[in-house]
Structure formats: C-alpha cells, structure tokens
C-alpha cells in the first residue's frame, strides 16, 4: 500500500487490483493509495479491508467493519473484507464473514485449505476446503437477513 512505484505500475498495467489496506492505515491512507492506481487509467480496484493494529491482544487485528460502509460512502469502488487474515484463527472466520455480510461487503475474501494443519502458510487462519459450502451458506443466509448478497472467493 506505501509501495508508491508499484501502485503507479499496477495503474499503467490495466490489470485488475485489490487493494488491502495495511494495519496500520487510516481510510484515507488507503483511498490515496488507490488515487495512485486510479491516476493512471486503471479503474478496475477493489479496496480491501482486512484488519488494523489496536491495543487488543487476543487476536491478530481488529476487523474494522465501519469502514465497510464509510469507504462506500466515499468511493464508488467495490469494498470487500478479508477475516482471515483480521483473525489469524479459524474458528473466528466465519462469525467475521457473517458480520461483514451483515455490514453490507460487496465481497469476501477468505483462505482455505484442503488439511490447514499442514499448510505451508496460513494454516491456522483457514477454512478447511471441504468445510467451505457450509461456511458460505451460513454467510449467504446472514447477507439475505440483512437484505445483502455478497460474493464469496476461496483462496488457498
């Protein structure tokens, strides 16, 4: 997201870009840096909300839902929500995932594994593959309570 060379390459190569925003960035930090991809042609950006650096210790960052609505208020760009890197545990993925439905993400993006245990990297935050249906139903129904249906992508 500092990387202010790369987003200026990243906005002249017309590729589609997700943006993540960094722990430690405000909202304006992290809509400047799209001003870098978006200055140079490049409109197809996703913001990223994915957890920011508190004072909490029982988890790895605070997942920060109010920026979901905010950033939409602000930005006419897509805003989805990455758990499991806020959470860093699987078990608070998918309670996460189904509070950033209810928020109103337009996308969520979570890490899954066919045995996390022996993953090479982010074991501990994903979803075990063949436990994934279930865990996008679950999200599906807290998206339709909250009169929302948002777009699920495994990564892994």
Known sequence: MQNYNLLT????????????????????DLLMASEYILKEGNQDVILCERGI???????RFTLDLLAVPVLQQLTHLPVVVDPSHAAGRRDLVPPMSM????????????????????????????????EFGAYADRVHRAAELAGLTPEIVAVG
């Open 9 to 28: 390459e990243v906005g002249k190569s017309g590729r589609p870009a997700l943006l993540k925003r960094d722990f430690a960035s405000t909202i304006e």
């Open 53 to 59: 650096r508190t004072f909490e210790t029982g988890y």
């Open 99 to 130: 509070a950033a439905a209810a928020a109103g993400a337009d996308g969520i993006v979570v890490e899954t594994h066919h045995d996390p245990e022996n993953a090479v990297c982010d074991g501990p935050q994903a979803i075990v593959a063949s």
